[in-house]
């Protein structure tokens, strides 16, 4: 598996106990693809929509053309564990370009954002600040990968 999986995020990019979190899962999943992390922050005075239209633009500018994006959206399909997996692993296998992950700022993403994805994936209906939803994504990354590696890190029901 040795396609490139972006993360791109809006925010102020801070040396704090979410990057030290995001980095281990990151250095984790360097096993199995090669992992990079595009943040985006938007200098712009403007709050509300203003910024939300701003960090959309940045957002979408940052990434390589083509790449197979994915918005993390609560309105988005959830998938199992298991589930990721097997589409993570399909993707990377069929898709010769980088696949991305795109996740909003505390004000969520643009519509522009929604609509240029080519999927949305949701981690239920529950809103999470922004940091934590980029710790979750790279964790479910990590099991997704290790499940399809054959990994005994991912637990099924019991």
Do not use: N
Not at 26 to 34: C, D, F, G, P, V
Not at 40 to 49: F, K, L, N, P
Not at 118 to 136: K, N
């Amino acid at each position: 598996m040795g396609r490139e999986i972006l993360v791109v995020w809006a925010g102020r990019r801070q040396r704090d106990q979410w990057q030290t979190l995001c980095d281990d899962y990151r250095e984790r999943l360097s096993r199995w693809a090669s992992v990079r992390e595009l943040p985006v922050r938007v200098r712009s005075g403007a709050d509300g929509g203003a910024r939300l239209a701003a960090e959309g633009s940045a957002l979408l500018a940052a990434l390589p053309e083509p790449c197979w994006l994915v918005a993390l959206d609560r309105s988005g399909r959830a998938r199992s564990s298991a589930e990721l997996a097997r589409w993570l692993a399909h993707r990377i296998e069929e898709w010769p370009h980088p696949i991305a992950f795109a996740v909003g700022s505390d004000l969520g993403l643009a519509g522009e954002v929604l609509d240029g994805a080519r999927e949305t994936l949701s981690f239920g209906p529950l809103t999470l600040p922004h940091q934590l939803a980029r710790l979750v994504l790279y964790e479910q990354l990590y099991r997704a990968l290790s499940i399809a590696a054959g990994i005994k890190y991912h637990r099924g029901p019991l």
